[in-house]
DNA sequence: CTGTTAGCGCCTTCAC
DNA sequence: GTGAAGGCGCTAACAG
């Protein structure tokens, strides 16, 4: 491994000389710069990480924090984060589990993105205090070294709860999210809002956990009694997913009997039978937002919350 | 930020007294290591990665590469790795692209599991050559330092082509991935073994890339001369989805006039009607496999090549 | 059992 | 423009 102190005796120049040579500094010739760089490449040589960041103290690597990888949603989030974060020089990965969390404490990444209930408020707090840079994608944070962007989920809720009423039901069903989840908290909120206008429409909440199979177990509880056509809005698509499984064998028809619609238009969102109306939103945007917040943030520059815009997709479900 | 000198100096002993406690010598007293341990805790303090790999030459992270997240199949991938590497007190974080390469370069990973075209064989060659550890889930490569962990991809082929060839059909349609593709040459070799037995069936290769969009483009071709019910099978199942979408609104019938068989089964796979037929394996596990060949490596223990089985889910769609 | 000390590889003031 | 020297925070001999 070819090491700064090799190339300097290979060039006959201290090793200072070399650093700046490396580092572009002008105290160095145009001349000799180049001699040495052809060296450096000629040795192979790589900068080692860990001494530059004892020194330097930033890595230019920035750790995006998730519940769990896999889905289609994290795709285009991630693609959009990479995006901006590439365009500054910055590197991202991305971290899963509790045990990444020191990823964060040690300093080998510069700042986080936060999507994972795994952290609490406190937690992120905390680093904050300690002057940690950080974008929360998942709650709502004050402090100066903590910036949101967060979806705009009242409104979200807000159109899916107006498409629904449209049809003429007694009862919406909200099947929600885990509890603690922010978004799905929000959620409730905007259907709350708009039901105000709907005074004779009985909501009925179920709870859920945003995954398959709680949607599955949801319909199970919502047509044990079912009389007559209502409405639900499950707080993702995964969860309407599962509504769809459970209604696969049964009588009840989508879009007649039930009106459904979901929340982030995924892409198996599309293939369902009827198409699932769904609040949709550009997940590549988030992640560029983000992005670019921490990078404000990093950089020491003003840096605000933001929200995310969404819009309702209409298929056949509602 | 406490280092370990502050706390050295509010216990009232030196600093290595301090490293040692931290690190769990026997070379020190039960009893001053919890009253040292106990002011680290109180002051908060935080090893420094950077310090730490300085010296130690090893970070305890270990970094996966994806030419692209997204897709379910990467869920279980990630998490059967992530569980391998945590139970020996390794952190797993995911890469993507080709300027994250440096982190395996600069050594901020002790080790790369690679999924990502973005990297070429002499590349990691090269890489295996400065004793970089690292297992490929994509190619074959001969090196002490590189272990492979693949998909049996042959035997899948074999089986796909072997349920297809079940209906007389004259013609097999062979939809790859993108030239270069491992999987997909394996594959098309499996196809061509399989087919040595049907040597009355005509083999058509028709050229994809792996992402949907090719899928449908590769349906439109097929079906611009269709004569008689024919076989295809789809290198993986997101280009048979392409399929379905192109047939949504024609008149020919999945598992009727053409029959179909994909590879991966993604989740996607049972919702499509009819259920598309695929080969499937537990990508868990070969995430856990990989992880475990990887961690050998890393110890220096004896490491071999290693496959990972498959089996053929049938559906409605052969 | 505890303290002293010498680096790990690189960057960066300082003199020259 | 170039070189010498110190130090980032921590570990690990080696003494005591």
Redesign the interface.
């Known amino acids: 491994?070819a090491g700064i102190k090799d190339i300097a005796k290979e060039a006959g120049v201290s090793i200072s000389t070399v650093s700046y040579a490396l580092n572009g500094s002008p105290k160095v010739t145009e001349e000799t710069r180049s001699r040495i760089l052809a060296i450096a490449d000629r040795l192979?040589y790589?900068?080692?990480?860990?001494?530059r960041?004892?020194k330097v103290k930033q890595?230019k690597?920035i750790?995006v924090f998730l519940a769990?990888?896999?889905?289609?949603?994290?795709?285009?989030l991630?693609?959009g984060m990479?995006q901006a974060l590439?365009e500054k020089g910055y590197?991202?990965?991305?971290?899963?589990?509790v045990?990444?969390h020191?990823?964060l404490?040690?300093?080998?990444i510069d700042g986080g993105i936060i999507l994972d209930q795994a952290f609490t408020d406190e937690e992120l707090l905390n680093y904050a205090d300690?002057s940690y840079k950080i974008v929360v994608l998942d709650r709502e944070l004050v402090h100066e070294n903590i910036k949101g962007v967060l979806l705009d989920n009242i409104t979200g809720a807000r159109l899916a709860v107006r498409k629904l009423t449209e049809h003429k039901v007694n009862k919406l069903y909200a099947v929600t999210g885990p509890v603690g989840s922010y978004d799905s908290k929000k959620r409730m909120e905007g259907v709350r809002e708009e039901l105000q206008s709907f005074p004779n429409v009985e909501l009925v909440e179920v709870q859920g956990d945003f995954l398959k199979d709680s949607g599955e177990e949801a319909a199970r509880q919502i047509f044990a009694n079912y009389r007559e056509p209502i409405a639900i809005f499950c707080f993702n698509d995964e969860m309407a997913?599962g509504i769809y499984r459970y209604l696969q064998d049964k009588e009840y028809e989508i879009g007649k009997d039930v009106f459904l619609v979901g929340f982030d238009n995924i892409?198996?969102a599309q293939?369902?039978?009827p198409r699932l109306s769904t609040i949709s939103y550009s997940s590549y945007e988030w992640g560029s937002m983000a992005a670019h917040n921490l990078l404000k943030l990093l950089a020491n520059e003003p840096a605000e919350n933001e929200q995310v815009e969404v819009t309702i997709t209409v298929g056949g479900s509602s």
């Open positions: 491994m192979g790589v900068p080692n990480a860990a001494a960041m004892l890595t690597i750790g769990d990888y896999g889905g289609y949603f994290y795709g285009p991630l693609r990479r590439n590197e991202l990965i991305a971290c899963s589990g045990q990444s020191r990823l404490l040690e300093k080998v300690k997913v892409e198996l293939y369902m039978v």
